[in-house]
């Protein structure tokens, strides 16, 4: 049986994954840079543990529960903001996470403050985590490679041509916004039911830059590269230990190297398939051929 | 306890001022929110720290290094990462992101090398205040306005009296025609990096002062930043009134409604302006080109 | 991409996570030895803000891990010290005591954090692998708040909350004559309510009164707003539960308000380095701390460690000395090194005698029945006022 060292990290890079995919439909698809992901995580933690542990909910209505949450307020928020431009979206996305925090600590009483919210009943297995990560990725992929996709990649490309062309930007805008606010809500809900201890300092912007970091690294509009990138940035820091103290300087550092030598991310705008894989390699092939033939 | 309130607010203000000032500068320019503008100022405060500890110069020579070496790193940054993106013609947002690991980069080098601890200048300036009709001013904060309100004019002085200021509000204006017109753009963007790390660095000395040397303190900046939007993002008379505007709303909501939930009553005063005056107070209404 | 398309990459994901699961599994193969030694786990924020804390933890168990081995070792055996770094993040504390118990420790001692403690109590009672908190305070790192029972594998070595609040409001009270009290609460901490509502408790007890609270946020700056608000309460004593470098800002902004207020505070204060930022500002203050170096028994393993590190050990340094020597003594008393017998060795402990202090502990709560260390800073140096019991 695996080690529950290993379990742990599986379940929470299935978590990551789960968030990381909304982040990777709002941003990398939609083209909206928002650092309030974990604020959305938060909500979903803290209303689907306090259904569990005070109203004492099965753990599929706590999850739901935290998912309408945060769809709910994903939406208000995306009212409020998704009509701003650009780094003033981003702006209040991160002042939106930030206040989440704020309140959190605030409404001691509610929540446990920064006393944490503690005996959330273990209900995130190995095997649920798993599934919903998949699940969760087939859905997005679905959602891609549909009507909405192709809608909400007119938006990130050129937004002004698509309203010329009567489509309702900002209902896409929102749509997206509303996602990756539930994917959010729902991976916090699994967080909340594996770790069954919750901090707000877990949800800090910190944890939101690193989701953005995610999928920038991975690649925009690729979700294949973005569930790699999670999973990879997810495992490294475990794998390196011992190399703890320079992580983040070289989580910082690739991040502009990445911006630098290949903006688009490591696989932007491409997704991993056996197509694609056997085109590289025909590819390969043909440039080793015409070398040949050329000699 | 009001006016002690509103002056503890101005003097917080006015570094978010001062650091705002820095921001709008480079905002002005390239239309871009350099993330890593806090650090700046954070490694200009480590730069004063170590000449100061190990290099053992009077702290009046440790804080001209200190302005001049943030003033370099600034300029640094933009030649080896932002004119790169830039030149490419990737989107905006890209140079946000470059920034955010920028900074997350210059934090950590810090912390790898000299250390997470906090750390002072010692008794440079002593802890004393001044007593005014039941008022306490601090000595340290007299100072430090009094630095900042010469600093801000000279700056006011410099974009608006001189030639290399025409320059800058030319570029700002439409770097196209601007650099038609013969403005060495490039030139310009430089020599505006240097001037926005050396505001950088004498904010970073003066809040090495006031409170401590960590590397995390550049993330007072995101006040700033909030104070740059609030007065109008690009105009750097606008980040000065945001950056007041915001020290002393913090204050009174601080002092008098709840000192817990203060900053959730700044971020709503951020989304309230985004909202109904996008622009800021001073700001003039840019749309958003296609 | 097609019905196909959407099959391929479902297949792919789950090709991934296989590969993960079996890189992992790799990773945290054991390895066996001939004769292996007793491998003890330390779990501590090495990197960080508070990383001062964790590595001169780190470091005192390394130093008490090579004299006892230079002593023979525990019934014979070497042992050997593996410290990995939790952050003070309850994540990442949690991945590394599951990855210690995969590498076959005896125990873990640490963290210094509650909300780290809080989190693996659970874990490391499914495990059956005991958990020594070195400074972490909080009640619920050993008793579950929701039942009241003790987490059976979850010990301490330190002192709580509840016990050096009460000491302190006791003091203030009786000793300082102080009527009234204003708290200063740190909300992003968990003590800081929790030394409040004990502080008050005892300090009601003698005759005091709180005459109100107000909040801040670690990682602010600026509190001058808050401490303007405090004095205008005019308390007699302001009660400060943060951590020393937040107390060195909030100290000095106060002697800039021209506030004459003395201050006191819990063990969060309790650093080498709080006289070098803010001695002058906190004239008059008071507080109190795990026995430590104001022990004169403690002299030579401080000496030990300045020759050894050159740099100053920290309260975490003798916790994680007394740590590693009480697991010795419990082992012996065991007469086994067996986790299980380890925990029933810890629990029936009477009267160990560690650098920071007797250890006796309580059945009922784990907790160490011990005293706190009272100081008085005055002349920018703090100077060791007594010990006491609430």
């Known amino acids: ?295 | 306890m009001f006016l002690q309130q509103v002056v503890n607010g101005l003097s917080v203000g006015s570094v978010y001022a001062l650091i705002a000032s820095g921001y709008a500068l480079i905002y002005s320019l390239l239309g871009f929110s350099n993330w890593a503008h806090g650090d700046i100022a954070m490694v200009g405060a480590y730069i004063a720290l170590i000449a100061q500890t190990s290099g053992h110069v009077p702290f009046w020579l440790a804080v001209v290094l200190a302005i001049a070496g943030a003033g370099c790193v600034s300029m640094l940054s933009d030649m080896v990462a932002y004119r790169r993106i830039r030149n490419n013609h990737s989107p905006k947002m890209f140079l946000m992101i470059a920034a955010m690991g920028l900074s997350i980069t210059l934090q950590n080098l810090i912390m790898v090398t000299v250390g997470p601890r906090f750390r002072t200048y010692g008794d440079v300036i002593p802890v004393r205040s001044i007593r005014l009709g039941g008022i306490s001013l601090g000595v340290l904060d007299l100072l430090t306005m009094g630095i900042i309100v010469v600093a801000l004019i000279a700056l006011g002085l410099l974009i608006g009296r001189t030639k290399f200021g025409l320059g800058v509000r030319a570029a700002s204006s439409n770097m196209v025609t601007a650099s038609v017109l013969g403005v060495d753009v490039n030139l310009y963007i430089r020599l505006v990096f240097l001037l926005a790390g050396v505001f950088a660095g004498m904010a970073g000395v003066l809040l090495g002062l006031k409170y401590n040397i960590y590397p995390t303190m550049g993330s007072i900046a995101l006040k700033a930043f909030i104070a740059c939007v609030v007065g109008g993002l690009g105009n750097v008379p606008g980040a000065i009134l945001g950056g007041v505007t915001i020290g002393v709303m913090e204050a009174l909501v601080g002092g008098f409604i709840s000192s817990g939930l203060r900053d959730a009553f700044t971020f709503a005063l951020l989304i309230a302006i985004l909202l109904v005056r996008p622009s800021g107070l001073l700001g003039k209404n840019i749309v958003d080109k296609a | 991409m097609s019905r196909k398309g959407i099959v391929c990459l479902s297949k792919l994901t789950c090709l991934l996570l296989i590969v993960c699961l079996a890189a992992v599994s790799v990773s945290g193969c054991k390895k066996s030895a001939t004769v292996e030694p007793i491998k003890i786990g330390f779990i501590g924020d090495l990197t960080g803000d508070t990383a001062i804390w964790g590595q001169a933890g780190s470091k005192a168990g390394q130093m008490t891990t090579d004299e006892i081995n230079a002593a023979g070792g525990i019934l014979g055996r070497q042992i050997q010290f593996i410290p990995m770094d939790g952050r003070g993040q309850a994540v990442d504390s949690v991945n590394a005591f599951n990855s210690l118990v995969d590498q076959g420790v005896l125990c873990v001692i640490g963290t210094n954090f509650s909300s780290c403690n809080k989190a693996i109590a659970p874990i490391a009672c499914q495990k059956k692998i005991p958990l020594l908190g070195t400074t972490c305070t909080n009640d619920a790192v050993t008793v579950d708040q929701a039942t009241g029972l003790v987490y059976p594998y979850s010990f301490r070595i330190g002192y709580t909350d509840e016990f050096q609040a009460q000491v302190l409001g006791k003091y203030a009270a009786t000793e300082l004559k102080a009527k009234t009290f204003a708290s200063f609460l740190d909300m992003t901490q968990d003590f800081a309510q929790t030394e409040t509502t004990w502080f008050n408790k005892a300090f009601v007890a003698n005759g005091g009164k709180m005459v109100g609270t107000v909040s801040g946020r670690s990682g602010d700056n600026d509190f001058r707003t808050q401490l303007t608000k405090l004095a205008a309460m005019k308390p007699d004593i302001i009660l400060l539960p943060w951590f020393y470098k937040d107390v060195a800002l909030i100290a000095n902004q106060a002697k800039e308000l021209g506030m004459k207020i003395p201050f006191m505070g819990p063990d969060s204060w309790d650093s080498p380095e709080l006289m070098g930022l803010a001695g002058p500002a906190l004239e008059g203050s008071y507080y109190c701390s795990q026995p430590a170096f104001a022990r004169p028994e403690t002299k030579p393993f401080h000496d030990a460690y300045v020759a050894k590190w050159g740099s100053e050990p920290e309260a975490e340094s003798l916790a994680v000395h007394d740590g590693l020597y009480w697991v010795k003594d419990a082992c012996e008393r065991a007469g086994k090194v067996d986790p299980v017998a380890l925990r029933d060795a810890l629990e029936s402990t009477v009267n160990f005698q560690g650098l920071m202090g007797p250890i006796t502990v309580d059945i009922k709560t784990h907790n160490p029945s011990k005293e706190a260390s009272l100081f008085h800073i005055t002349g920018s140096k703090r100077v060791f006022v007594g010990d006491f019991k609430p």
Not at chain 1, 124 to 138: C, D
Not at chain 1, 225 to 250: D, K, Q
Request: charge should be positive.
């Open chain 1, 1 to 295: 049986m695996l080690s529950s060292y290993a379990q742990g990290l599986i379940i929470l890079v299935c978590i990551n994954v789960i968030a990381v995919t909304g982040v990777s439909l709002l941003t990398g698809f939609t083209g909206l840079f928002s650092f309030g992901n974990a604020g959305f995580m938060a909500l979903g933690a803290y209303v689907s543990a306090i259904a569990s542990v005070e109203l004492h909910t099965p753990f599929l209505v706590s999850l739901v529960a935290g998912v309408l949450v945060a769809a709910i307020i994903g939406f208000g928020l995306g009212r409020l903001t998704l009509g701003l431009r650009g780094d003033y979206f981003l702006i209040a996305t991160l002042g939106f996470g930030q206040v989440v925090q704020v309140l959190i600590e605030f409404f001691d009483k509610v929540t446990g403050g920064a006393r944490g919210f503690a005996n959330i009943p273990p209900k995130t297995t190995l095997w649920i985590a798993v599934v919903l990560a998949v699940g969760s990725v087939a859905v997005a992929a679905n959602l891609i490679h549909s009507k909405f996709g192709r809608n909400f990649t007119a938006v990130r490309e050129q937004e002004v041509a698509a309203e010329a062309v009567g489509i309702d930007t900002f209902r896409f805008k929102q749509m997206a916004f509303v996602l990756s606010a539930m994917f959010a809500g729902f991976a916090g809900g699994l967080f909340a039911h594996y770790y069954m201890y919750i901090v707000p300092k877990m949800f800090d912007i910190n944890e939101s830059a690193l989701f953005t970091i995610t999928v920038v690294v991975g690649g925009l509009a690729s979700l294949s590269g973005s569930v790699i990138s999670c999973v990879v940035l997810t495992l490294l820091p475990e794998l390196f230990r011992s190399l703890a103290s320079y992580r983040m300087l070289f989580y910082g550092m690739a991040v502009v190297a990445i911006i630098l030598i290949r903006p688009s991310g490591l696989m932007g705008y491409h997704e991993l398939s056996f197509g694609w894989i056997r085109e590289r390699m025909r590819a390969k092939r043909g440039k080793t051929a015409s070398k040949e033939g050329k000699t």
